[in-house]
DNA sequence: TTTACTATACTATCCGGACGGTATATATTC
DNA sequence: GAATATATACCGTCCGGATAGTATAGTAAA
C-alpha cells in the first residue's frame, strides 16, 4: 500500500471540499472530482451522503483523538499534560484543526446525530483534564477559552491578530503552571 | 401597527426552521409555510434566498447590540458591565441565542461574506470588554471562555450539566471583579 | 389609483442515488 | 493449464424529485 487508501482519500477530498467551497456545494460530484474518482467509485465505497459524513467525522474524531493523547505523553511534565496538549493544537492552527471544522459543519447540516463521536471525544478529553492534578474549574476554563478560539475561526469571526493570539496561548498555558 | 412587520416573522420563522430542521431544510418553501405566507410574498419581501439570509444576519445582530447595550447600561456597577452583560446573555440561554447559531450557520453555509455584521459586533464587544477598568488579557479569556460555551452549545457537543453549567457561570463573574 | 401584499402556476437547474457495465485478480474445478 | 466462477473496485448515464426564482393575476387599504 504506496499511497493513502481510497477511502481515506475521498474523505480527505469532501473535507477539503466544504473548507473551499462551503456546505452546499459538499456534492457527490464535487467530492468525487475532488478525490479524482468517479461518482459511481464513491458511492461504491460510501453508499450515501449521510455515510460519507459519517465517514469524515469518525476519521477525524479518530484522527483527532491520537494527535491529543501523543501530544499529552510526549510532555515530560504529566501534571496538566491533557489540557497543555489541548490548548497546543487548537492553537496551532493545521489542516486537521480545518477538517475537524470542516466535519462539525457538515455533520450538523446532515445529521446532528453524527456528532456522536465528537461528543464522545469532548467528553473524554474533559475527563482526563479534570484528572490531571490542575484544580477541574480552572482547566475547565482554559479549556473553555480555547475553545473559544475555536469559535472564532470557524466562522471566522474574529480577526485577532496574531501576536495577541500568542499572547493568550501564553497566558493560558502560564495559568494551567500557577 | 400591532403586530410585528411581516418581515420580521418571516426572519423569526427562518431561524426556526434552521434551529428545528437544519440548514439543509432552509428552503423557500418551509420558509414561507412556517412564516404563514405564500412562497410569492416571501419572494416579495426578500427578493432572493441570500437576501433572506443577510436579513437574518443584520436582524440578530440588531437584536444582540441592543440586548448587550441594555443589560450594560442597567448594571449599577460600570466597571466590569460589558463584560458582565456578555457572560450574562450567553449562559441565559434564550430564544435569541438560537437564533444567532441558526443565522450564523445560515450565513457560513449560504455566503460567508454575510458573516460581517457580526464580526462587527463581536469587534465592538471586544472594544468594550478591553476598555472599562479590567484587565483587558483577564477581559479576554473570559470572553472566550463565554465563547466555548457557546461552541458547545451550538453543536449540541458537550452535555454540560446545569449545575456544573451554573459554577464556571459564578467563577467567571466572580473573576471579573477580582 | 397607488402601495403593500398574497397566491398560483410554471420553468430550469441541480442533485442523490440507482443501475448496467467493465476490468482485474484470485480461486476452483476439470 | 485451460475454463469457469466469484469478488472487488470502479465508471458514466439516467431519472425523479426538490428547489430557486419568474411571471402574473389578484386583493385590501389608504
Do not use: C
Not at 469532501?14 to 467530492?31: E, H, P, W, Y
Not at 453524527?114 to 483534564?129: F, K, S
Amino acid at each position: 500500500m504506496g499511497r493513502l487508501s481510497r477511502k481515506v482519500e475521498i474523505l480527505n477530498a469532501a473535507s477539503k471540499v466544504v473548507s473551499k467551497r462551503g456546505i452546499f456545494n459538499l456534492t457527490l460530484d464535487a467530492v468525487a472530482e475532488e478525490a479524482g474518482i468517479s461518482k459511481g467509485g464513491l458511492l461504491y465505497h460510501f453508499p450515501s451522503k449521510e455515510a460519507l459524513v459519517e465517514g469524515m467525522v469518525e476519521h477525524l474524531a479518530k484522527n483527532y483523538r491520537e494527535k491529543i493523547a501523543n501530544n499529552a505523553e510526549a510532555d515530560e511534565n504529566q501534571r496538566g499534560s491533557w489540557i497543555r496538549s489541548y490548548v497546543d493544537v487548537t492553537f496551532n492552527q493545521t489542516y486537521e484543526n480545518k477538517d475537524m471544522n470542516a466535519g462539525l459543519l457538515a455533520a450538523k447540516a446532515v445529521n446532528a446525530d453524527l456528532l456522536d463521536p465528537i461528543r464522545n471525544l469532548y467528553e473524554e478529553w474533559q475527563e482526563h483534564i479534570e484528572n490531571e492534578g490542575i484544580d477541574p474549574m480552572k482547566a475547565t476554563i482554559i479549556r473553555l477559552a480555547t475553545d473559544g478560539i475555536w469559535l472564532a475561526e470557524l466562522f471566522d469571526i474574529y480577526h485577532i491578530e496574531e501576536k495577541k493570539k500568542q499572547e493568550v496561548y501564553k497566558v493560558l498555558l502560564k495559568l494551567i503552571d500557577e
